[in-house]
């Protein structure tokens, strides 16, 4: 199904403007017209039609859920296994420079898969024939006035730079570079990553459990992310072959590679108040990080989910866009989202390093911490957003 045209203007006033429309705002847009409120997205939603995009998404169990319960988590394809857009992890195994390992097991963790490695075209679809069907939702070229605006524009946001909500960014000395490899090997749904040489290479599976292709995120530094997207595609990918051991044998690229710049980034207030009525951040538009932990979007989906939350428990008498209200969101994600950022950026820190005595102390830790019993599993179900027992 196409995508619905954005409309130019609207006599109606709307209840909540969502000025974004990617994964997170059209999430919550979603979320917001399933309990009755009048929502504007602003923007045109993705759907397959566009560029295609060779990143992919990992989501943890809370946004699997999230995502289905508003009717947009991509169907499996029963015909074609291979051409599924949803890949379930069952393992995860991390290698460090000088012998240390660490592997996770969705056995271990009692649940059906660590995460879900999902097409990024293929959900960006997804959300937009969801919205599409969502006679509560009204797509829109321009923000009419509402009474609470949500800012999901993504880290270049200039709607937050125009309200004045100070970003702090640090950038980081990398780039990542990310292409869809086809491999010798079944992948097997193992998700594999490797901090060696002060990068961090990911191979994510793609194609279903049996499939044969993964998606690379591959950590380097800036220079070389430029030199990588020149280079010519055997030697690209002869180059990731021995950075990861020939763990799943030959292989061929599928797409050209393509890179962005990393940052850590966080919003130092996520609310306000202007003449219109009440603003909130939510996603990149509030905060970014490292891709290493691959928590990005569930952290993203995460404030959409607390925000739909928060209003729709909101006293009756309490207006959408009381600052006292969206404070209780602010104070709900703000300190998760900051420890978050802080454990991505400790880990880039440290395996980044070139000291060899820090190369020691890491590789002994990985190597502890895969030992650790209880702390590991406690971590791991944290990181696939599953309940503690």
Known sequence: MNSPAPRT??????DVAIRGAGVVGQTLALLLARDRLRVALVGSPRGAQDQPDVRAYAINAASRELLRSVRAWPEV?????????????SAMQVWGDEGGELQFSADEQGADALTWIVDVPALEQRLADAVGFQ?????????PPAALTVVCEGKRSHT??????AFDVRPYPHKAVAARLHCEQPHGGI?????????????????????????????????QADAWLQADPTTFTQTVQARCAQALGHMHMESPAQAWPLELARAQRWITRTAQGGVALAGDAAHTMHPL??????????????????LQQREYWRELGDLKLLRRYERARAAEVAAMGWVTDGLFGLFS???????????????????????????????????QA
């Open 9 to 14: 203007g609207s006599p109606r006033r709307f």
């Open 77 to 89: 394809d029963l015909q074609d296994a291979r051409a599924t857009p949803i890949t379930p992890v």
């Open 135 to 143: 006679a509560g939702i009204e797509c829109m070229s321009e923000a």
């Open 160 to 165: 937050r730079d125009e309200l004045g909500l």
């Open 191 to 223: 998700a594999r990553q490797w901090f060696t040489q002060g990068e961090v290479m990911a191979l994510l599976p793609l194609g279903g459990a049996q499939g044969n292709s993964v998606a690379l995120v591959w950590s380097v530094p800036a220079q």
């Open 293 to 310: 932990a691959g928590q990005g979007l569930n952290v993203g989906l995460a404030d959409a989910a607390e925000l739909a939350r928060v």
């Open 353 to 387: 390093h070139a000291d060899a005595r820090v190369q020691a102390l890491r590789n002994w830790g990985l190597n502890g911490f895969d030992r650790s019993g209880p702390l590991k599993r406690w971590i791991a179900r944290q990181a696939i957003g599953a309940p």
